[in-house]
């Protein structure tokens, strides 16, 4: 048995040589960070910014400059808003790797999570911003140069798919192999789902009305239900397995014989 198997000794006896925290009270204030920054991103993004439910593709350079025009406002308060919180994503890519360390399945997965995701929000938020602010910051541009940002920052933001991918890929395969119970495996099947939104997502590069364009039912909306789904659950689960741990629980501790 290890220092770091050892079970916490009586009252007055020496303290084991692993370091006990007074509690995890930082796994608390990750976690809150990570509900609070997707209400924020939801209300950024959907009710200011109006990307979702996004706007038709179906329209010419001089509808996407008018949308702007009757968007301005929201787009320029949502979207500051976001960049200012956006290191928030960042937040909640480390709690979901802070557990997937706990896995069985092994660190390195955790690593691949958190790089593909950190990697992912570029083109899959940040770019959508840039994009859209830089169409409000000056609007007597022509409405070429706005039509152009119009579509970059949907395409962007809907249709970034690899990285995500790759993502949820490693997530779900962690929660198969892991024998901690971390997280139960069902949730690895919703996450399979999410893999599956994201390859029907490609094709809104090539739709430009109908199912299958950003704003279509097989693409966006479909998309929208599994992934609300997604992280209701991941939500719930991330509480439990915080709620778990106890002051007495290591840093990233694995018990012998899972690996």
């Known amino acids: 048995m290890t220092d770091t198997d050892a079970a916490p000794t009586e009252e007055g006896a020496d303290e084991p040589a692993s370091p006990k925290r007074a509690g995890k009270r930082e ?13 924020a991103l939801s209300v950024g993004i959907c009710l200011l910014g109006r990307a979702t439910p996004p706007p038709r593709p179906d329209v010419t ?15 320029q308060v949502g979207f500051v ?11 909640s890519n480390g709690i979901i790797g802070y557990f997937m360390k706990r896995m069985s399945s092994g660190k390195m997965l955790a690593y691949a999570y958190i790089a593909t995701m950190g990697v992912g929000a570029v083109p899959g938020f940040q770019v959508l911003l840039v994009c859209w602010l830089t169409a409000t910051f000056r609007p007597d541009r022509s409405p070429d140069i706005l039509y152009l940002l119009y579509d970059l920052g949907m395409l962007s933001y809907n249709g970034s798919l690899g990285c995500f991918t790759a993502a949820y890929t490693v997530l779900a395969i962690a929660v198969f192999y892991d024998r901690n119970r ?15 939104t ?8 090539l739709h430009h009305s109908g199912a299958f364009a950003w704003n279509g039912m097989i693409t966006l ?4 239900v ?14 439990k397995a915080a709620e778990r741990e106890t002051a007495h629980t290591p840093a990233l501790y694995e018990p012998e014989g899972t690996r």
């Open 27 to 39: 796994v608390w204030l990750v976690y809150w960070a990570f509900t609070v920054f997707y209400t």
């Open 61 to 75: 350079g001089l509808q996407a400059a008018a949308w702007f025009d009757k968007h301005h406002l929201g787009i």
């Open 81 to 91: 808003f976001l960049l200012v919180i956006a290191g928030g994503a960042a937040i």
């Open 182 to 196: 971390i997280f139960p495996k069902w949730f690895a099947y919703v996450t399979v789902w999410q893999i599956v």
């Open 198 to 205: 994201e390859i029907l997502a490609s094709q809104m590069w």
């Open 221 to 224: 909306y479909i998309a929208i």
């Open 226 to 239: 599994i992934f609300g789904l997604w992280i209701v659950c991941l939500l719930a689960l991330l509480r």
